[in-house]
């Protein structure tokens, strides 16, 4: 016995909206830099190119934003990838003998989520 045509379009919508079902994007967090009287300026410019693809005037930028400010963001990225480049922004630093040292934070105020 063949179908009705309706109910052929109605189980199609009912799978159309059960994929629509959308995502929460992920919270973002902001990699800071912060600034000491040790680590040369050319190597953090130098890092921020090859482990935040920064191009060299950007880089030189946020390098003298951290120097003269005492903090800057070198990214913002979801919290695993932030955690990593942390990471390797110290075990860089260190291999080559420098201090620097990063950190990461929320992009948003949880303080907003709890206005809410």
Same mark, same amino acid.
């Given at each position: ?29 902001? $990699?800071?830099? /912060?600034?000491?009287?040790? *680590?040369?300026?050319?190597? &953090?410019?130098? =890092?921020? !190119?090859?482990?935040? @693809? ?21 990214? $913002?990225?979801? /919290?695993?990838?932030?955690? *990593?480049?942390?990471?390797? &922004?110290?075990? =860089?630093? !260190?291999?080559?003998? @420098? ?18």
């Amino acid at each position: 016995m063949p179908t009705r045509p309706h109910e052929e379009h109605e189980s199609g919508v009912a799978t159309r909206e059960k994929e629509r079902t959308r995502l929460k994007r992920p919270r973002m967090y902001r $990699v800071l830099l /912060h600034n000491d009287d040790y *680590t040369p300026m050319d190597f &953090v410019v130098d =890092l921020l !190119r090859t482990l935040f @693809h920064h191009d060299e005037t950007e880089a030189t930028r946020i390098m003298l934003h951290v120097h003269h400010t005492g903090i800057g963001v070198a990214g $913002v990225y979801t /919290h695993e990838i932030a955690e *990593t480049k942390v990471l390797q &922004v110290h075990l =860089l630093a !260190r291999k080559n003998g @420098h201090p620097l040292m990063a950190s990461m934070e929320p992009e948003d105020d949880e303080d907003e989520d709890d206005a809410q």
